[in-house]
């Protein structure tokens, strides 16, 4: 469930009563006139189930409280009502699986920014990464998976394709073209680094590395996982599963392919070098479109429940 904070002008404040009273799914509805300063207006409270939220959201935005007034939005964690009940028992669908795609928009096109933080961690990540290749330690790839903070931009991008937002498609593929080219960058300077302190040599890149070979050797799994995990990532966030993203982080082999690039373009292994970039773009094409099919069919989805909810009961 939802908890809503709407300012409403006080010309429109009647208009959004009306639409929250007559909504599926809405309940615990209280207005406080003039209560609102900044922007004047009055503030209107209420629960949603989520199942109702995306709903309720979009009939908001149409009067233009977003515009003239604002919307604002934070998850229920423990609601004790009957009221709340009847609400869900209400409404189409259900609260596990419904999808708030302003949310959703929120949360990804946040993970678009191209900051500091991104930068160190993804180049962190490549760095350990490359360590691990070197080492032949899946443990060290595991953790690079985990550290790396690629999968935001690559969600973000999926959102931003289904809703056409030209912007955050621009900021999403900035995000991870700057930041897989100075991960790498900075991975082949640690590299001739770490071999000029004879803590590595290209002798370990060249000999037989069993446990992480599949990094630079692609072949039809790697579209088959990518796809898998495009779709298992994008069902962990927009059904706010996040025990499930870790799972997919570990699953996609996006970070440990750009360390073996690097450390391998380090050592002059171009072959080795280019079947890891290979490696990169299946994940990276293969997760973008999953991820975008999963977002076209939960959209579709939730379009056909809201048709039903909407059809009068017979009799």
């Known amino acids: ?85 009847r609400a869900a028992r209400q409404a189409p669908g259900s609260g596990a699986d419904a999808v708030v795609w302003d949310e959703v928009a929120a949360k990804t096109g946040e993970q678009t920014e191209l900051s500091g933080t991104y930068l160190v961690l993804i180049v962190v990540a490549t760095m350990i990464a490359g360590i691990g290749v070197l080492l032949d330690q899946p443990i060290l790839i595991v953790g690079a998976m985990v550290v790396g903070p690629e999968f935001g931009p ?71 996982v990518g796809l898998l995990a495009g779709v298992a990532g994008m069902l962990s966030l927009t059904s706010k599963k996040s025990g499930s993203l870790v799972g997919v982080l570990i699953s996609v082999t996006t970070v440990p392919a750009a360390a073996n690039v690097a450390v391998a373009a380090a050592y002059g292994a171009w072959d080795e070098a280019g079947g890891s970039a290979l490696q990169l773009v299946i994940n990276l094409c293969a997760i973008v479109l999953a991820g975008l099919l999963t977002l076209v069919v939960q959209q579709a989805w939730w379009w056909q429940l809201a048709r039903r909810s909407r059809r009068p009961a017979a009799g």
Do not use: Y
């Open 1 to 85: 469930m939802l908890h809503l904070r709407v300012i409403a002008p006080a010309d429109r404040s009647a208009e959004v009563v009306d639409l929250l009273t007559a909504a599926v799914g809405v309940t615990h509805l209280a207005v406080l006139p003039g209560a609102a300063r900044q922007p004047k207006g009055d503030l209107i409270l209420c629960d949603v189930v989520r199942e109702s939220a995306d709903q309720v959201l979009q009939g908001l935005q149409r009067i233009g409280v977003d515009t003239s007034g604002g919307i604002a939005a934070d998850d229920v964690e423990l609601t004790l009502s009957r009221a709340a009940e």
């Open 154 to 224: 690559l969600a973000a991008l999926c959102v931003a394709l289904l809703r056409r937002r030209l912007g955050v498609i621009g900021r999403s593929v900035q995000a991870l073209s700057v930041g897989f080219l100075a991960a790498m960058v900075a991975t082949v300077l640690s590299t001739w680094a770490l071999n000029a302190a004879g803590l590595v040599s290209r002798e370990m890149l060249l000999a037989e590395r069993p446990l992480t070979d599949f990094i630079w050797r692609p072949d039809a799994l790697s579209w088959v």
